[in-house]
Nanobody, 129 residues
Framework: VQLQASGGGLVQAGGSLRLSCAAS????????VGWFRQAPGKEREFVGV????????YYADSVKGRFTISRDNAKNTVYLQMDNLNAEDTAVYYC???????????????????????WGQGTLVTVSS
């Protein structure tokens, strides 16, 4: 699976952006698609995930209520809608696909960078205050 992330840019605090993650080579149907971000000098951190087949979503506390993950089956694309952005959201955002969805603990695994099989190239989001 090849992933292409797009939609980043410069936005003022309080504004919104929508990131896209398009898949090629295989559909997302057997995967969970996660969003991560990495700010300068910091480790890559989990933002949220969608289990593509069911549409179930889960978010990090830092973005809960402000970010929404959705999917478009026809386009084989996952979106990250980001609202009420603040300077702490500035980072390179990555999408990734995870295939190991077995067991009730799949959600715990979905927050871990090393559990993901495929990664997009990242898209920069800069929030000005």
């Amino acid at each position: 699976v090849q992933l292409q992330a797009s939609g980043g840019g410069l936005v003022q605090a309080g504004g919104s952006l929508r990131l896209s993650c398009a898949a090629s080579g295989r559909t997302f149907s057997a995967y969970a698609v996660g969003w991560f971000r990495q700010a300068p000098g910091k480790e890559r951190e989990f933002v949220g995930v969608i289990r593509y087949s069911s549409g179930a979503t889960y978010y990090a506390d830092s973005v809960k209520g402000r970010f929404t993950i959705s999917r478009d089956n026809a386009k084989n694309t996952v979106y990250l809608q980001m609202d009420n952005l603040n300077a702490e959201d500035t980072a390179v955002y990555y999408c990734a696909a995870m295939s190991n969805l077995y067991g009730s603990d799949w959600l715990g695994r979905a927050t871990k960078v090393y559990e993901y099989d495929y990664w997009g190239q990242g898209t920069l989001v800069t929030v000005s205050s």
